[in-house]
């Protein structure tokens, strides 16, 4: 029922930048938080970062914080993840995912609705 589209991904040398974008469509985007998460090869998904329903409340992963940017427009249904400084270890399939809560959540089981990711490659 709920859509979620991510785009932005790319190749890109350690030390650069790149912008993510979900679209998310269904329901009312405004009140849930929203989330984004990466997977490399043969890794466990892992939170990167949150954002509350509003907007207020953001959450990072520590191995991002202070590199990544989350943000979200609720008038366009958007969320973007902002990424500078990126390493090669940045290296993942990059998730935006739909939490079934308004507030910050950081694990996976508490995200509802996923999309199919997009791939992010970090070259040294």
């Known amino acids: 029922q709920v859509q979620v589209v991510e785009a932005g991904g790319g190749l890109v040398q350690a030390g650069g930048s790149l912008r993510l974008s979900c679209l998310a469509s269904?329901?009312?985007?405004?009140?849930?938080?929203m989330g984004w998460f990466r997977q490399a090869p043969g890794k466990e998904r892992e939170f990167v970062a949150a954002?509350?329903?509003?907007?207020?409340?953001?959450s990072y992963a520590d191995s991002v914080k202070g590199r990544f940017t989350i943000s979200r427009d609720n008038a366009k249904n958007t969320v973007d993840l902002q990424m500078n400084s990126l390493k090669p270890e940045d290296t993942a399939v990059y998730y935006c995912?739909?939490?079934?809560?308004?507030?910050?959540?950081?694990?996976?089981?508490?995200?509802?609705?996923w999309g199919q990711g997009t791939q992010v490659t970090v070259s040294s």
């Open positions: 995912a739909v939490s079934g809560l308004r507030t910050v959540v950081r694990t996976t089981g508490s995200y509802t609705n």
């Open positions: 954002i509350s329903w509003s907007g207020g409340y953001t």
């Open positions: 269904g329901r009312a985007f405004s009140n849930y938080a």
